[in-house]
């Protein structure tokens, strides 16, 4: 598998026209597409990513197309995109990200930045992209709460893995819970959000400063973002993020107590596309429990 992406990568790299390409690395971390490290004889690595049988013609464009609103908008580093067209996506390399605390504290204040610094009035983003190999649709909606119900959450009940995984009961505590977001959830303003922000997500600049890869941006709420990184097992160095960024953004005490709920979004993906899902469908259904019909 290793040598079939490999070769992949290289013959997608000599269509596109990058004729000075060696060799292709594959990493891992990723799970929707495949990608790698190209060596080239004559100028510096790059990043490489593409998909055997892409979704659509417009994938890579929208991931291009959030990278350079998270810089250019929100003030995020991110790698440089030197290529994107319907199979391919070719970037910037970046650093491995350090296992330092103080590291995670400076990513708290990039994202704090972020989130405070693009808050919009209203939720979506002007076209619909993608969150792994499923559409995410961002139609304009003015109700935070219809947009995360209906966009966010119910939309992934059409799935089939999804509608084998959930039961009648709850598919219906979900609809329930969706009706009384505005009693559990906080009114809070739209701002730009990455997305689809787990730790393999958060990278390094050269020069060591904290960097975002893979978007998946809308105008949402800034807790999705927070959520993703606190769902999905954050090294122990990340404890000075939760700590800063909720300094930095005035959380309230009860911040942690909402994740599980804003998180369904992500482990309804999850659900959707792997048959693999990480323990997603056990987190969706404890988080349901409440929501079902007691008897």
Known sequence: MVMHSATFLVEA????????????????????????????????????????????????????????????????????????????????????????????????????????????????????????????????????????????????????????????????????LCHRLPDLLPDRPACLTHGDLWAQNILATPDGEPALIDPAVSYMWAEVDLAHVWSTSPPPEAQRFFTTYAELTSLDDDWRSRMPIVQLRQHLAVLAQFDDDWGAGDQIRATLAPFRTRT
Do not use: C, Y
């Open 13 to 176: 790299l000599l269509r596109s026209g990058m004729h000075d390409v060696v060799t292709v690395e594959p990493t891992t971390g990723g799970l929707a597409a495949l990608a790698g490290i190209a060596t080239r004889r004559d100028a510096p690595p790059v990043f490489v990513k593409s998909l055997a049988e892409p979704p659509a013609d417009d994938v890579f464009l929208a991931e291009a197309e959030g990278l350079a609103a998270l810089r250019d908008i929100g003030g995020a580093a991110t790698p440089e995109v030197l290529l994107a067209d319907r199979g391919l996506l070719v970037l910037s390399v970046l650093r491995a990200r350090p296992r330092s605390e103080t590291f995670w504290e400076r990513f708290a204040h990039v994202l704090a930045r972020l989130h405070a610094s693009t808050v919009h009035h209203r939720f979506g983003w002007h076209r619909d992209n993608w969150l792994g190999r499923r559409r995410q649709v961002n139609t304009w909606h003015d109700d935070g709460f219809a947009f995360f119900a209906q966009h966010r959450l119910l939309r992934w009940l059409g799935e089939p893995r999804v509608e084998a995984a959930l039961d009648r009961a709850d598919r219906a505590a979900l609809e329930r």
